[in-house]
Every structure is written in structure tokens, then in C-alpha cells.
């Protein structure tokens, strides 16, 4: 019997397979032209506009703040002469890198793991498949600094549990869950990586960077050959976007970051190849027998990753009208508010920068 999206333990999978499918020329028409360094060629001239004129401001913003704390320096991210796309980054790039892993955290369920991040106020963003319910966010475990520590001083990681008294918010269709953490105090030591609603943070063909932690693993950080591939306006998939890079499950809600370290999307689903009956193809294309896939003789054909857009979660948010819950509207006035703070993302670092040279 062949091998089906169900029997890898991937549920719910069939939209996401739909909706790559049915671009899939598209998907592969922007692979070929990334491979020549102009994947942009493949954007909407609307969406480029706003690329360039947020790269104009926040150009302008930075040359006017040189004395703020790890603003990105000019030239990040900047259009040059070879392709299309400078790949010469600010020294900054690493430091604000790690200021901005301190924000991810581990999310354990028993066996059950996932990815979250903060995104300001105590809150934290991941998966509506990695916490449905608020009995779920109750017995769930929110693992922060869970990292490598083989140098400087040890550091140990820090738990945190669920308040969803103070907010929760999951939506099913966008696959996304907000929520609420004890010790709101405290946990702003790790920063927070703010949810900009604005468009044109990365076009096709820009690098992405995915923080995670893969198959309950202690932090892993994807900066090679991770690309965003497409993404479309006013479709049937204007909510969601595509990208390489490696991912495993335990990384279902990661930021997936530009090289500005802006969150682009929240991580959610990878989606194998399939035939047009839904079954699982191979790297060579052929269906696989599930005897194959037991013995670990079969090596899948993953097409790409697939995020939740950051912009489309905030316009959702913004929606929301909480009946049941009135106390969440003002939660979610205060990080709408947050997000909207021109200075947002510099005293996310800060608060991070701070929190880090306390607990070293």
C-alpha cells in the first residue's frame, strides 16, 4: 500500500498540498529564476513598490539613529549590482541573531513538542495544531534558553507556564495560537520579536532564517540555503507564503526572519511531494511502499515549507472581538499598540541585550 501524508504523521496536510499544488508551475518557475540570482523577476511589480519604499524609510530611520543599540546599519538587505540582492551583511547580523533566539522557546506537551516565540507583553505565538485549547496551553511547558552551552558561562533553562486568563486566542483556518505566559516581569528579559504589519520585508529570492527547535531538540538556527521561494496578493493562498530550509516536526511554530531579523512568518507545515491520487512520491518521483518507508529505505521529496504571513495574523487579530473573553480585547489593543510603536523592534533588542548581561 502506498504511503499517504497521514501515515508520516502529518495531519491535516490537504490544504496546505492543495495550495502548492495548484501553483506548483509558478513555485517552479521562481526555483529556476533563484538559481540565477533573480528571483525577483517572478514578484508583483505592487509588491516590489513596497519593498523599496520601506527599505527608503528604514534607511532614513537608521541613518537618523546612529547611536541606538544594534540598529541594523545601512546596507542590510540592499539591492546591488550582482543579482539583485547584496549578500554583504552588518557584523551586527550575528549579534542582533542571537538577541533575537533568546525570544524562541521550546513548547512541550509530554511527548508532544513545538516552537513558540514571544511576541511582546508575555505573549507568545505558535501552532493552533501544537496548542488547540486552553487545557492544552495549562498543561504545556514554555522552555526558554533550552540551547548549547559549551561556552562562557553555563546557563540554565528557564520554565515558564500558561496564563490564559490573562489572553488565548487559537484560530483553526490560520493555524495559529496566542496565549498568555506566567511571570510577564521576568519574561520580558528575552525581548520579543514584534509582528509588523507592513508588507515588503522580503521579496522572492531574499535569504530566510528559521529559529527552531527540531524533533524536541535544544535550539537549532537554519541560515544556509533557506529561501523564500513565493508568496501571492489577493489569492486563494493571500495568508500563506513558501520557503526552504530545514525543518522537523518540533519546529511547527518558528519565526521565519529576514535578513533584518523581522519575523516574516510563523513555521507551520512541509509538504511532501504527492501524485494526484495523494500519495507520497520519492526523490525520484515514485509512489513509496509503506514496507520502504519502515525500513528507512525511502527518501521523501519535500517540495517546500509553508508560513502563516505575519501581516495576515495581524490583520486577524486586529479582528477579533473576544465576547467571551471582553479582558483580551484590551490585552490585544496593547500589543497591536506595541507593534505599531515606530521604536518597537530597537527595544525588543534592548530589553533582550539587558536580560543577557544579567544572566551572564
Same mark, same amino acid.
Given at each position: ?11 491535516? =496536510? ?9 501553483? $506548483? ?39 537618523? @539613529? ?45 511527548? $508532544?513538542?513545538?516552537?513558540? !516565540? ?60 496566542? =496565549? ?14 514584534? =509582528? ?19 524533533? @524536541?531538540?535544544? $535550539? ?7 529561501? !523564500? ?68 529505505? @525511502? ?19 486586529? @479582528? ?41
Amino acid at each position: 500500500m502506498p504511503v499517504t501524508p497521514e501515515d508520516l504523521g502529518l495531519d491535516n =496536510l490537504a490544504d496546505s498540498i492543495g495550495r502548492l499544488q495548484a501553483r $506548483k508551475s509558478k513555485w517552479q518557475q521562481a526555483l529556476q529564476k533563484i538559481a540565477k540570482g533573480n528571483g525577483r523577476a517572478v514578484e508583483s511589480e505592487q509588491r516590489k513598490l513596497k519593498a523599496e519604499l520601506r527599505k527608503m524609510a528604514l534607511e532614513e530611520a537608521e541613518s537618523s @539613529a546612529q547611536d541606538d543599540l544594534l540598529m541594523a546599519t545601512p546596507g542590510v538587505g540592499q539591492e546591488a549590482n550582482i543579482n539583485t540582492r547584496d549578500n554583504i551583511l552588518s557584523g551586527e547580523f550575528l549579534e542582533i541573531g542571537i538577541l533575537t533566539a533568546r525570544s524562541v522557546c521550546r513548547i512541550s506537551q509530554g511527548l $508532544k513538542t513545538g516552537t513558540g !516565540f514571544l511576541v511582546g507583553n508575555g505573549i507568545v505565538v505558535t501552532n493552533y495544531h501544537v496548542i488547540k485549547t486552553k487545557d492544552e496551553a495549562k498543561s504545556s511547558l514554555f522552555e526558554f534558553l533550552f540551547d548549547d552551552n559549551s561556552i562562557g558561562t553555563p546557563r540554565s533553562t528557564e520554565m515558564y507556564a500558561a496564563d490564559t486568563e490573562q489572553f488565548f486566542w487559537a484560530d483553526k483556518a490560520l493555524d495559529i495560537c496566542f =496565549l498568555s505566559l506566567q511571570g510577564v516581569t521576568d519574561i520580558k528579559t528575552f525581548g520579543w520579536l514584534p =509582528l509588523l504589519r507592513e508588507e515588503g520585508k522580503a521579496l522572492i529570492g531574499d535569504p530566510t532564517n528559521i529559529i527552531q527547535h527540531p524533533a @524536541a531538540e535544544k $535550539k537549532r538556527i537554519v541560515v544556509h540555503d533557506s529561501v !523564500f521561494t513565493l508568496v501571492e496578493n489577493d489569492t486563494d493562498a493571500d495568508a500563506f507564503c513558501w520557503y526552504s530550509g530545514d525543518t522537523n516536526q518540533g519546529s511547527s511554530g518558528s519565526p521565519v526572519l529576514n535578513n533584518r531579523w523581522e519575523v516574516l512568518a510563523v513555521h507551520h507545515k512541509a509538504i511532501p511531494d504527492t501524485d494526484v491520487n495523494g500519495y507520497v512520491l520519492d526523490i525520484n518521483g515514485k509512489k513509496i511502499a509503506k514496507e520502504r518507508l519502515d525500513e528507512n529505505n @525511502a527518501q521523501i521529496r519535500w517540495l517546500a515549507n509553508e508560513g502563516i504571513r505575519v501581516s495576515r495574523i495581524v490583520d486577524k487579530l486586529e @479582528a477579533q472581538t473576544f465576547p467571551d473573553d471582553p479582558s483580551y480585547v484590551e490585552v490585544r489593543d496593547d500589543l497591536l499598540a506595541l507593534w505599531a510603536d515606530p521604536l518597537v523592534t530597537d527595544k525588543a533588542r534592548r530589553a533582550s541585550f539587558v536580560g543577557m548581561d544579567k544572566q551572564l
